[in-house]
């Protein structure tokens, strides 16, 4: 289970990108490859365009931050936020940089070194 701390508007929340919010996904987009188009296309038009929050899917990044927030507060046994702050939240590019990473992460773990990870991981043994 991966966990993580995912800033909105200066405030923190734990959040989790597990198998059962990758599952969601995958079920939601078709495949992990779409969803990660539409929350972080790099395509060669969006590389080269200074418009590139035009190409962020603001749906799937609502629900995914959603979702991730959800997973969080399952896995730590703390209440979910409140979803009006992700309605409302002032920097959407950094939210979608932020979930994207945050998926990146559970996809590739052993690329992070983050001390809550590592201690998410060792709970049960």
Do not use: H, W
Request: a negative charge.
């Amino acid at each position: 289970m991966r966990i993580f701390n995912l800033s909105i508007d200066g405030k923190t929340y734990p959040a989790c990108c597990g198998i059962r919010a990758l599952a969601q996904l995958q079920k939601r987009y078709g495949s992990l490859k779409e969803f990660e188009n539409k929350i972080f296309s790099r395509s060669e038009d969006t590389e080269k365009s200074e418009n590139y929050l035009d190409e962020i899917d603001y749906q799937a990044l609502l629900d995914t931050t959603i979702l991730f927030l959800e997973e969080g507060a399952e896995a730590t046994g703390k209440k979910a936020p409140d979803k009006k702050i992700v309605y409302a939240v002032s920097n959407p590019a950094k939210l979608a940089t932020e979930i994207f990473t945050a998926y990146a992460g559970s996809m590739f773990p052993e690329n992070e070194n983050d001390e809550k990870n590592s201690e998410s991981q060792t709970e049960g043994k």
